[in-house]
């Protein structure tokens, strides 16, 4: 008679909890990787180009004759300057800006960073420019811009919510804005 022996599904279990951790931190890494991706592809930057003055220097070597003369060369300075005047003009986008006073009626302070969103009545979409905190019982006033380019944006005084603090704190905490939101068209001179 030979002796029994007993099979336990503890050695079956160790490579499938291995495997599951693989495949786990493997995914986990992929979604990191497809976040930092969506994030640097997110980024845009605008260049301005100016053009700068800068000397030009000439040397050119001539013969004039067959016969050798002694001469001298002058050197003259020759200046250029003309202005142009724009034709016409074009509107075309820009980012309003404008001042808005945030209001904390609760009874602690609130940290609020930058590019905040403030929600108008009419649903156009603004965000601090700056880190705050709005002391408890108290009023600060910072700047603002809008989330989109153009005209829309150029709004009047108004008040605004925070949409990123819940119901109850959106309540007390808020902001409004006194002057109109300016800047939302830019118009450029066009010269032919």
Known sequence: MTPRTKHTSL?????????????????ILTIILLGVIIFMSAKRATITVVAGQEPLEVSVAMAIGSESKIGFVETITVELKKTYKPES????????????????????????????????PEGILFRLKNRVVVPAKSTIVTEVYADKEGRESEIGPAKFTIPGLNAAKQAVIYATSEKPMIGGVRAVGIVT
């Open 11 to 27: 050695a079956v279990e160790q490579p499938v909890r291995l495997y599951k951790f693989i495949a786990l931190s493997f995914l």
């Open 89 to 120: 003009t074009k509107e075309i986008g820009a980012v309003a800006m404008g001042a808005v006073t945030l209001r904390n009626d609760s009874d602690a302070d609130q940290a609020l960073v930058a590019t905040t969103r403030l929600l108008s």
